[in-house]
């Protein structure tokens, strides 16, 4: 697979919380997010302040659902459980509530926050930190209980 269909793998199969997926997925999928994020941080620029940002929002939940299902497959491809991944899902909701009020009330500094306990915010930071290190760990060669290696396996079925 070139880097294209790696890229794209993960909107059409958005919905796919089986089988594997390779790292060079994350990659490229990131990168995907990253050629995207690029224009709308230059429009931010351009446009009166924190007006694009929805837009980022909107383009970060659009990806949730297809960014979730790749991870879910990562971890299958270390060979760990994909229930692993809720772990993330607190974080993840803690980041879109926080900027949902920043772009509330743009005006206010410091931009409103969830308001929790260090402890709590460095717990969620470590479980993150944790997921991040598994997903990008080498994969095991061999065919696991989540199917054959992407890389090595056939394309277009658990690959």
Same mark, same amino acid.
């Not at 294209?4 to 793998?9: A, I, P, T």
């Not at 960014?67 to 993330?88: K, P």
């Given at each position: ?109 410091? /931009?409103?926050?969830?308001?929790? /306990? ?29 199917? /054959?290696?992407?890389?090595?396996? /056939? ?5």
């Amino acid at each position: 697979m070139n880097g294209n269909e790696l890229g794209l793998r993960p909107l059409r199969h958005f919905a796919d919380f089986s089988g594997r997926s390779s790292r060079g997925e994350l990659f490229y999928f990131f990168a995907l997010i990253w050629v995207i994020s690029l224009p709308l941080a230059a429009l931010d620029l351009i446009l009166p302040p924190h007006s694009s940002n929805w837009a980022g929002l909107g383009v970060f939940v659009l990806l949730a659902c297809p960014l979730l299902a790749m991870f879910v497959r990562r971890l299958h491809d270390v060979g760990w459980s994909g229930w692993w991944i809720l772990f993330l899902l607190p974080a993840m909701g803690l980041g879109v509530w926080n900027e949902v009020q920043r772009l509330l009330q743009p005006l206010v500094y410091p /931009p409103p926050r969830f308001p929790l /306990p260090l402890s709590v915010e460095l717990l969620l930071a470590g479980l993150a930190l944790a997921i991040a290190l598994l997903l990008l760990r080498e994969p095991n060669p061999q065919a696991n209980r989540y199917g /054959p290696n992407p890389r090595y396996g /056939p394309v277009g079925e658990s690959a």
